[in-house]
């Protein structure tokens, strides 16, 4: 197998390219104020396509004007609902978690099998009293230090209203031109070069699907499934946790993190019904809701919904997420996925292209 040799003018190439991606991220780093509105639309957009779609089949309408007001219409009353529906019992179990957190703070504990050690490490690095007075503080001297940081930074305040509110504008205007926007960016590419960065568009589409669209959604039925099972059991907060591990779920087998925050609610609960005994029948609890949960997931979500191609491996996931999120703050979050499957996609067909008998390029 022969090989390009590396003359001048390729090295030059190479230089001028490496430069150039340097530049770009640098450039996104400096301007991801005014980008992170655009991308959080773009992302936004891209998700609630479906449902445009379906909403266009439904209504049986060729333009997309009414599909895409339908669909925010419908968003928008899903998110109500989900509000009168979550809102006031977070706000009871936050008042009780609390309570509970004041009383461990005050009281000692006694539980078997966990040394009082433990619990004077856990005071010790934790300020448990501060935590249930942050709560449930909300005194008149809170309201009027929180009302003076908002006329300090009020001009902040401003600049970030608008800039959502640019995009909301955002979000509309993508929604309406979503398949003029897709045609257009498929003019740009130049006609030698369409094959290649079409077929790397095709595995961007085919890794965002399963991540954003499959994986967003067995997420959100997940974090249902927890704080629904978290309710059974009696775990305090339980659906601001079992959302939460959902959240987490948008990487795949993260919410096993979720496991040491479930454990200080279980102890937090023991300790401060004064039953020391009921913490390992809370855990023992919690923990056959992660096993049920998550063989619900592997056997019937993820087959169901995401197939059997998973996309990226979950540890590549996470550190694409990590690294890119570390370089570009939130826009990096955002485009972790799309940028590294573009880059594993680019160099899977270097190496195809690099293993011909005749060593073209």
Not at 25 to 38: A, K, S, Y
Not at 116 to 131: K, M, N, P, W
Not at 163 to 171: A, D, E, P, Q, R
Request: hydrophobic content about 55%; glycine content about 8%.
């Amino acid at each position: 197998m022969t090989h390009r040799p590396y003359t001048f003018d390729r090295v030059v190439r190479l230089i001028i390219t490496c430069v150039l991606a340097a530049a770009a991220i640098w450039l996104i780093g400096r301007l991801r104020g005014v980008l992170l509105p655009f991308l959080v639309a773009w992302l936004a957009a891209y998700m609630l396509e479906p449902f445009v779609q379906y909403n266009r089949r439904l209504l049986r309408v060729r333009g997309r004007l009414i599909p895409v007001f339908v669909t925010l219409m419908e968003t928008v009353l899903v998110f109500i609902t989900l509000c009168i529906i979550f809102v006031p019992s977070i706000i009871d179990e936050t008042n009780r978690v609390a309570e509970l957190i004041a009383r461990y703070a005050d009281a000692g504990s006694s539980i078997p099998f966990i040394p009082a050690a433990v619990h004077d490490l856990l005071r010790s690095y934790i300020d448990f009293g501060s935590i249930a007075s942050m709560i449930t503080d909300q005194d008149l001297q809170t309201v009027i230090e929180a009302s003076r940081e908002l006329v300090t930074g009020g001009i902040d305040l401003i600049m970030g209203v608008v800039g959502w509110f640019c995009s909301l504008l955002y979000l509309i205007f993508i929604m309406l031109d979503y398949e003029r926007l897709l045609r257009g960016m498929r003019r740009l590419v130049p006609p030698r070069q369409r094959p290649l960065v079409y077929r790397l568009a095709t595995d961007i589409k085919h890794s965002m699907n399963h991540y954003f669209r499959g994986q967003a959604l067995v997420a959100f039925i997940v974090g249902i499934l927890f704080a629904v099972g978290f309710v059974i059991v009696g775990l305090p907060l339980a659906v601001v946790l079992g959302l939460f591990i959902g959240l987490l779920n948008m990487v795949p087998y993260l919410q096993l993190v979720s496991i040491i925050p479930t454990t200080l609610l279980c102890l937090v609960y023991s300790a401060g019904s004064g039953g020391g005994a009921s913490f390992w029948e809370m855990w023992w609890a919690c923990m056959a809701v992660y096993v049920v949960v998550q063989c619900i997931q592997d056997l019937v979500l993820t087959p169901k919904i995401m197939g059997r191609a998973m996309g990226l491996n979950p540890a590549v996931i996470l550190l694409s997420l990590s690294v890119w999120g570390t370089l570009l703050g939130f826009i990096g979050l955002i485009i972790a996925l799309p940028l590294t499957t573009l880059l594993l996609s680019y160099y899977n067909d270097f190496l195809a292209r690099s293993e011909q008998p005749d060593g073209r390029h």
